[in-house]
């Protein structure tokens, strides 16, 4: 268990619909990232919050969007969903933000009908 | 901007064969870390490397840190049907950590 917590396990929904996924740091963790993997391909790095505020961004799409809150948990809104959003959704914690260990949750398996 | 190649991508090996999976950056790393996900899992860290040259073991497993901090391997003697999964390669510059695309082992019993 690498304390890292996201919620749902498991999301199925369908075609232009929007949903949020939501990551719980480890403690002591100030901050988070978010990648998309999806099936045979490697983690798709998305987007970075440190603190509270977006430290880097990688491949996100426009659709996309998180945000990270004072009590340092954070979300990530997907809208306006289409079939190749489906993928695993992983969220990673570190310490300070820099290359330092990530920690990452068990993941949201997103699919999208 | 900063990137992480790794190779094969994919690697399927009889039990009890060697695996090396490799990995090359663009630029000059602060750090190199390396991952395992399990088939349906997620990605657990299993070690860092730091120093030029820097040569680390865990068991079957040895880790080594090129002389120019440029490029890493992952070496597992006699590999078991436990050691199937992705290894990624991790490469730390300009405080930001930069993910490989992964080797795919699978190992056949």
């Known amino acids: 268990d690498s304390g890292v917590t996201q919620t749902p396990k498991h999301l199925i929904t369908a075609t232009g619909q929007r949903v949020t996924l939501r990551c719980s740091p480890r403690?002591?963790?100030?901050?988070v990232y978010w990648y998309q993997q999806s099936l045979d391909q490697g983690l798709q790095f998305l987007i970075q919050y440190y603190n509270g505020e977006e430290r880097a961004k990688g491949n996100i799409l426009e659709r996309f969007s998180a945000q990270q809150f004072p009590d340092l948990h954070s979300e990530l809104n997907l809208s306006s969903l289409e079939l190749g959003d489906s993928a695993l959704y992983f969220c990673a914690s570190s310490v300070d933000g820099g290359a330092d260990t990530q920690y990452f949750g068990p993941g949201t398996r997103l699919t999208v009908l | 901007g900063q990137q992480v190649m790794q190779i094969p991508q994919y690697q399927h090996v009889q039990e009890g064969e060697d695996f090396t999976t490799y990995c090359n950056s663009s630029?000059?790393?602060?750090?190199i870390q390396w991952y395992k996900q399990r088939p349906g899992g997620h990605p657990v860290f299993l070690i860092q490397?730091?120093?030029?040259?820097e040569v680390k073991k865990q068991k079957r497993l040895t880790f080594q840190f090129g002389e120019a901090k440029k490029n890493s391997s992952l070496h597992i003697t006699a590999t078991q049907t436990t050691d199937v999964g992705t290894y990624f390669c991790?490469?730390?510059?300009?405080?930001?950590?930069?993910f490989g695309k992964g080797t795919l082992l699978t190992v056949n019993p």
């Open positions: 403690s002591g963790d100030l901050s």
């Open positions: 630029t000059t790393l602060s750090n």
């Open positions: 991790a490469g730390g510059s300009n405080y930001k950590l930069t």
């Open positions: 490397l730091v120093k030029s040259g």
